[in-house]
T-cell receptor, first 113, second 115 residues
């Protein structure tokens, strides 16, 4: 069975500081991993995805994530936080052919001026 | 990519009433998904809607409570029936991107408050 764990339901960083949002997964088959962002009063938008190509994945808005199989992790990072990054971030795992997504519980990022 | 429009974007409903949410996609898609996002929680899949067949419901969701229509390849509706305050949620329509890499595209959601 697949699962996703996001550590920290709320994360606060200062503007300009490093953003690190943690995601660990469990999957019996090679996973497809995703990070989605949800801005207030909006649906979810894809930030980036890992589909077994390069382990370091770059996404939109300066975000990137590294797939580490040995640690079963797919943490999201951004070198310098911007006020506009304040949102909720969801990690998700998908098994090809099953059309099933498992979403993490989300991490709300707050950026302090 | 796919552009998904949902209506209504938000509504306040009375207990015991029903509300139908519409989802329109700008391209033809085989599978459409309906998710529920309860306050402060993650997304839970309600059902998968395939054109030309009955929707497939996930555990804990039943057709009598959440009837779904899928009349064509670009449109679907989800009805929340006999609503109670526990149904207050965001309801999201989504579709898979082309290829099999699993990218989901979402509508902006329908925020329902049941009094």
């Amino acid at each position: 069975a697949q699962s996703v764990t996001q550590l920290g339901s709320h994360v606060s960083v200062s503007e300009g500081a490093l953003v690190l949002l943690r995601c660990n997964y469990s999957s019996s088959v090679p996973p497809y991993l995703f990070w989605y962002v949800q801005y207030p009063n909006q649906g979810l938008q894809l930030l980036l995805k890992y589909t077994s190509a390069a382990t370091l994945v770059k996404g939109i808005n300066g975000f990137e994530a590294e797939f580490k199989k040995s640690e079963t992790s797919f943490h999201l990072t951004k070198p310098s936080a911007h006020m506009s990054d304040a949102a909720e971030y969801f990690c998700a795992v998908y098994t090809s052919g099953t059309y099933k997504y498992i979403f993490g519980t989300g991490t709300r990022l707050k950026v302090l001026a | 990519s796919a552009v998904i429009s949902q209506k209504p974007s938000r509504d306040i409903c009375q207990r015991g009433t029903s509300l139908t949410i519409q989802c329109q996609v700008d391209s033809q898609v085989t599978m459409m998904f309906w998710y529920r996002q309860q306050p402060g929680q993650s997304l839970t899949l309600i059902a998968t809607a395939n054109q030309g067949s009955e929707a497939t419901y996930e555990s804990g969701f039943v057709i009598d409570k959440f009837p779904i229509s899928r009349p064509n390849l670009t449109f679907s509706t989800l009805t929340v029936s006999n609503m109670s305050p526990e149904d207050s949620s965001i309801y999201l329509c989504s579709v898979l991107g082309q290829g099999n890499t699993g990218e989901l595209f979402f509508g902006e959601g329908s925020r329902l408050t049941v009094l």
